[in-house]
């Protein structure tokens, strides 16, 4: 039993208000002694089935975007700040660490512009600025992703420690050359409860948006929902809408496609945790009115080439297996038009992580 003067050496975080669903698991540094604890590694769960799913190292040092001088919690001087933080993907097969999943640098200044100097934050106060997500194998950045604070014009140099993320901006590979997305965040509810709002994809650049994709939450499955800024902070995004960009009017085009998603665990009958909700069929329009043309339904499963199962028995890990195209007509769902067969393993026998499935192959 621990005394008045041990320090924390590890914290467990559950979902809800029971200790049935561990979602978190940190262990601490404790060299200094109770209030100098430091963080050293952080195990993260699947809600729904318990598996581990990553491990995250914390860095810390006072030089920024510099992971070769950052140092580990063991070796981390008292005052050091978290510089960098990596995470590596678990495998749940040999119940190993596996490869390198992404790095995220932090800022730990904040640029004076009344005095215009630079300001060391306080430890603690640190402000994530940008994060490189890697390939399965864990040796090539797949994209860069920059965060925007307050009213989506402060990089994390510029923003004071509490400001809400506003939005993102994802860039193809390593640097920020070839503009993929941003997506915007409703931040009526501060830092660490903003509310994905919409996205935008690019052509490259700026200057070159081809679409818009608007989220909707509700806390009940199949419902259209409400828009982030009339979103309470624990709704589950239960649709999406995307849309055409109209090039020549500069603003939100003709309904492309509508997506549902399965918001609760069947299984116990307990919602989903946020972030976590699976695709499970979505609807295909064209035409300016528009019309309903097609709907798709979206299967998952743990092997290739195995068995598949519809969203509502998909747990969070569970990749896209196949997807099946069917008709839609003045009646009804009409005859099936496609089925599409997804590759979620690499030729070292590595794993896909969730939502990099490749399709493989297509019967109509």
């Known amino acids: 039993m621990a005394d008045f003067h041990s320090p924390l050496g590890r914290t467990r975080t559950y979902k809800g208000t029971s200790t049935t669903q561990l979602l978190s698991e940190t262990y601490y540094d404790t060299r200094y002694g109770k209030g100098d604890e430091i963080s050293n590694y952080t195990y993260n769960y699947a809600s729904d089935t318990g598996e581990k799913k990553d491990v995250v190292y914390y860095y810390y040092g006072m030089t ?3 992971s070769a001088s950052a140092q580990r919690a063991m ?3 008292r005052g050091d700040m978290l510089t960098y933080t990596r995470t590596n993907r678990w495998n749940t097969t040999t119940n190993t660490e596996g490869t390198k999943k992404a790095e995220t640098f932090y800022s730990i200044r904040v640029w004076d512009t009344m005095y215009e100097e630079w300001i060391t934050r306080d430890k603690g106060d640190e402000v994530s600025d940008v994060t490189y997500e890697y390939n399965v194998a864990g040796s090539v950045i797949k994209s860069t992703t920059i965060n925007f604070y ?7 140099w510029l923003s004071a420690y509490g400001e809400a993320l506003a939005m993102t901006r994802t860039y193809k590979g390593q640097g920020t050359v070839q503009l993929t997305s941003a997506t915007y965040f409703d931040t009526r509810f501060g ?5 994905s709002d919409y996205s935008m994809t690019y052509g ?3 200057s070159t948006p081809l679409a818009k994709t608007n989220f909707w939450y509700s806390k009940t499955e199949g419902a259209q929902g409400v828009r982030a800024s009339a979103a309470a902070t624990n709704d589950l995004m239960t649709r999406s809408t995307s849309h055409k960009w109209d090039t020549a009017g500069n603003k939100e085009g003709s309904l492309k496609t509508e997506t549902y998603y399965d918001i609760k665990d069947d299984a116990t009958g307990i919602l989903r945790e946020k972030g976590e909700e699976i695709s499970d069929y979505a609807w295909g329009y064209s035409g300016t009115g528009p019309s309903k043309t097609s709907v798709t339904y979206y299967w998952y499963g743990t092997e290739e080439g ?3 199962w519809r969203a509502d028995s998909a747990s969070s890990d569970d990749r896209m297996a196949m997807t099946k195209l069917f ?7 009409g005859s099936a038009k496609s089925a599409t067969y997804y590759d979620f393993m690499v ?18």
């Open 306 to 308: 195995g068995g598949s």
């Open 347 to 364: 030729n070292d026998g590595l794993s896909r992580d969730k939502g990099q499935e490749v399709a493989d192959y297509t019967y109509n």
């Open 327 to 333: 008709r839609w007509n003045s009646t009804g769902e």
């Open 191 to 195: 830092k660490d409860s903003e509310i």
């Open 204 to 206: 490259g650049t700026l």
């Open 64 to 66: 920024e975007n510099n």
């Open 150 to 156: 307050d009213q989506v014009d402060r990089r994390a």
């Open 75 to 77: 070796s981390a001087a």
